[in-house]
């Protein structure tokens, strides 16, 4: 073996001791190993260390990635990172590995007569500017869309809002954002008339108490959960997991409490019963600073094509909010929640101890739920009532599971409904958008269109006849995929699909183009925490692959745009990062300069005289307040935070008698969502090599299944063959199967309900009926 | 020329064993914590199979509560 080859084998090992050593310290705190162990780790050779953040999840930890001779070969921590502080999670540190996957897509593919044809990338780009331009002559500018991501970087989602509402003038935007947290924005919004979370990560060394609400946090937020395990060890605080499957989460958990699904919302009235009438209301918070309202009921589920909802807002008293609130007694809600009246009082006095602080952490189980709105109310309610808000180590904190779900779906807005400053419905946001754009004010429409679902609903029937979707899977994320695949398959829409590697969905393309990978391109993210993250062009991608924004910008330029998309292609990022910031500027959203950015590991906006707002709200901390008091939720017109008055109300399909299974799905620590790129990791892929059905072990019993043996998940829609596992990786509750939706060749989608909130329109994907048959 | 590093939990009263099981094993490097019952170990094999080998074996080494593979370099 040569001299070099030993040296570069000596680094890998001393990398792997390393990343072993660091998985160790985050699991257990304190950790001690020899020192001479610890002298002898690598501290980078020749390798040049560039800073930016982790591709795979919306904690967003900040990575170092070692490049030689123009190649990633190594990926550490960064220890300046306020976020992680040096901890990664174990897909963070095989990120890079998948660059280099035998069937990466390097090169354009166009299909002509049945088969995929390698063509030029500017030939590529011609047909999509083309094929878009003909289809909006013919059919008109609705008949176009595209679906994008929250992994598409902020430049990214910034040029396809621009293409789509600005130049072209259609809101036929969405991206799958829509499918993990559009109903944390419906609850911020109708609560605080604000999105994002208002406090920080920096909560996590405050908080008495961590109240997780169905977040398997241990491996869908590793990094955050190894430090709330760290606070566990050192201070004792402590982690209540409320959640309807025992996970690693609830393993680690001083306490763990499983409820029925669906139910959270009873037992978050619960809560509230127990916190008015005990007397634990903090009265002068609520009178200051917060209105009660109640909004419609029975509100459906949205399985119908075109289901149209609108809700009805009216203010109520506190009288009033206190009177509906008797049918939640514990006594009443333990019957059909399957929570102990004493575990609804634990849970209350947590929340209602005012010398005890506490947070709340929630992701997909409240999100993806078809009163997902109503969910997210109900915890700020709690949150709310106490005047447990806005403070370090107090308040509701809804997590992204998507790297910039916040930066680019949120706050650049590429959902059908929003503008980068609010919305399309607000003449002033129009007018504003129009002339930072530089368009006419009339261009841009005043109605949303499609949300996920319908959008992929309309290809179905024939609306939208030209699809480009960007960074994103929807043939194994969408639910229902059995109505959506064959319904992209057809010959009345043109499909184009840009992405890293092949997926079920550039299998039904017309034309494939093939994207940068994240560190192949400069770009930035913005994390849960409200941190922007910049990072630069680290490697060159292979092939003709293209930044998504620049092959957007090309496709605008070809369509006639050019004007209005002036970019160059090596200074893009900052180009479009410089207009941008012009629709947040001033106290409430001001973003970080990229000077700032460049340097640190990510700003948290409001970025107001070059310091970031960790705790928004709060007098104390952010300087958008302005009432003289306190508090000040300036969301709203007049300042104050609204508790809302949310019964409880059914899942939209439950189990019976032909399916008597609750179907649950859901992710897995290995795997990011669709497992496109970590399933090409080969040590994530042996580790969780493909998916399994968890069962209760009664169930299993009584069904006489056995650990591994192959059943069939059948719904009214579809069916799905997998291994069973039983008393492995989690444990539902008995009644219920979980399926993680990662692997392409087991689609637990096609067996999943499109039912949605009615509010944010994001489905439900944790609750549907199922029936399990051995094969 | 797989490299890998893995995190172990042990029995406690179990660590002497655990201990030379580990280092009868060819290609092994461990690294045991002096306050928690965790080692890490790094391994180093030719070959993809001889790396599944190892595994196996390690896998049969009495006193081991938990394996956890942290991380997997090629080096060909
Ligand atoms: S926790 Fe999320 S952001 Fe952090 S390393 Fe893991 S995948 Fe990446």
């Known amino acids: 073996m040569s001299q070099k080859n030993i040296d570069r084998r000596s680094f890998v090992k001393k990398m792997a001791t390393a990343a072993a050593m660091t998985a160790a310290a985050s699991m257990f705190p304190g950790i001690i190993f020899a020192s001479e162990q610890i002298e002898n780790l690598p501290n980078g050779g020749n390798l040049e260390w560039k800073k930016g953040p982790c591709r795979f999840c919306g904690v967003g930890c900040g990575i170092l990635v070692g490049v030689e001779n123009g190649k990633a070969v190594a990926v550490k921590g960064d220890p300046n990172s306020f976020v992680n502080k040096g901890l990664l999670c174990v897909k963070g540190y095989h990120q890079t590995m998948c660059i280099q996957a035998k069937d990466r897509l390097t090169y354009a593919l166009v299909k002509k007569n049945g088969s995929y044809v390698k063509t030029p990338i500017s030939e590529a780009l011609d047909i999509v500017a083309n094929k878009m331009k003909e289809t909006i002559e013919k059919h008109g500018k609705d008949a176009v869309a595209m679906y994008t991501s929250g992994q598409s970087t902020i430049p990214e989602g910034y040029v396809a809002s621009k293409l789509m509402k600005g130049a072209i003038g259609t809101n036929n935007l969405d991206c799958n954002a829509r499918l993990c947290m559009a109903s944390a924005v419906t609850g911020f919004l109708t609560t605080f008339g604000a999105d994002e979370p208002m406090g920080c990560y920096e909560d996590i060394n405050h908080a008495d108490y961590f109240i997780t609400w169905g977040n398997n946090m241990a491996e869908m937020h590793p990094v955050l959960f190894s430090r709330m395990l760290e606070q566990k060890n050192n201070r004792g605080a402590k982690i209540i997991d409320f959640a309807t499957r025992t996970t690693r989460s609830s393993m680690a958990a001083n306490k763990s409490i499983l409820f029925e699904p669906q139910t959270d919302l009873a037992v978050a009235n619960a809560i509230c019963y127990e916190i008015i009438n005990n007397g634990w209301v903090n009265k002068l918070f609520v009178e200051k600073h917060c209105n009660f309202s109640k909004g419609s009921t029975n509100i459906g589920y949205g399985t119908e094509d075109k289901f149209k909802f609108k809700d009805k807002p009216v203010g109520i008293n506190f009288e009033e909010f206190k009177k509906f609130l008797e049918d939640y007694t514990p006594e009443k809600v333990a019957k059909y929640s399957k929570v102990s009246v004493k575990d609804i009082k634990y849970l209350a006095n947590i929340y209602g101890d005012p010398n005890k602080k506490v947070v709340s952490y929630w992701c997909m189980g409240m999100n993806q739920h078809t009163r997902g709105t109503w969910i997210n109310n109900l915890v700020y309610n709690i949150h709310l009532l106490t005047g447990k808000i806005s403070q370090p180590g107090n308040g509701p904190f809804s997590l992204t599971g998507q790297p910039s779900a916040c930066g680019t779906a949120r706050e650049v807005g590429t959902f059908t409904h929003k503008l980068p400053k609010g919305v399309v419905m607000n003449e002033k946001h129009r007018r504003l958008a129009a002339k930072i754009w530089k368009v006419p004010y009339e261009n841009i429409p005043s109605k949303p269109t499609y949300h996920a679902t319908e959008m992929f609903r309309a290809v179905d029937r024939g609306d939208i006849k030209f699809i480009w979707t960007q960074v994103t899977n929807p043939l194994v994320s969408l639910p229902k995929t059995s109505r959506y695949r064959p319904g992209m398959e057809k010959d009345s829409c043109f499909v184009v699909v840009s992405d890293v590697f092949p997926t079920p969905t550039s299998d039904v393309a017309d034309v494939i183009l093939p994207a940068s990978w994240h560190i192949e391109k400069g770009g930035l993210y913005g994390n849960s925490e409200r941190r922007t993250q910049h990072w630069d062009k680290m490697i060159e991608g292979p092939g003709d692959t293209t930044p998504d924004a620049w092959m957007t910008i090309e496709v605008a330029k070809r369509m006639g745009y050019g004007d209005l998309f002036p970019y160059s292609e090596e200074n893009h990022v900052e180009e479009i990062y410089n207009e941008y910031i012009q629709f947040h500027e001033g106290a409430k959203h001001g973003m970080a300069p990229l000077e700032v950015l460049k340097k640190e590991s990510g700003a948290i906006w409001p970025y107001v005289n070059g310091k970031s707002t960790q705790w928004r709200f709060n007098a104390k901390y952010d300087p958008a307040c302005s009432n003289g008091e306190d508090f000040h939720f300036y969301g709203k017109p007049d300042g104050k935070a609204v508790i809302w008055q949310r019964p409880y109300e059914p899942a939209a399909e439950s189990p019976d008698q032909e399916f008597p299974f609750w179907l649950n799905t859901g992710r897995v620590i290995e795997h990011w969502h669709t497992g496109s790129m970590t399933r090409r990791i080969p040590v994530l892929h042996k580790a969780m090599p493909h998916a399994y059905v968890e069962f209760h072990p009664d169930d299993a019993k009584t069904l006489g299944i056995r650990n591994g043996e192959k059943v069939k998940v059948t719904s009214r829609r579809g069916s799905c063959t997998l291994p069973a596992s039983i008393n492995q990786r989690g444990l539902p509750t008995k009644g219920q199967v979980f399926v993680p939706f990662f692997d392409e060749s087991m689609l637990i989608n096609d067996v999943t309900l499109d039912a949605f909130c009615p509010i944010s329109k994001e489905p439900d994907y944790k609750k549907c009926a199922v029936k399990i048959e051995r094969v | ?76």
């Open chain 2, 1 to 76: 020329m797989p490299i890998k590093s893995y995190v172990l939990h042990y029995e406690e009263s179990k660590r002497e064993e655990l201990v030379k099981g580990l280092q009868k094993l060819q290609g092994c490097e461990i690294i045991p914590a002096q306050n928690h019952a965790v080692i890490v170990l790094v391994t180093e094999t030719e070959t993809e199979e001889l790396d599944n080998k190892l595994y196996h074996k390690l896998l049969e080494i009495k006193g081991l509560k938990h394996v956890s593979l942290v991380s997997g370099f090629d080096t060909k």
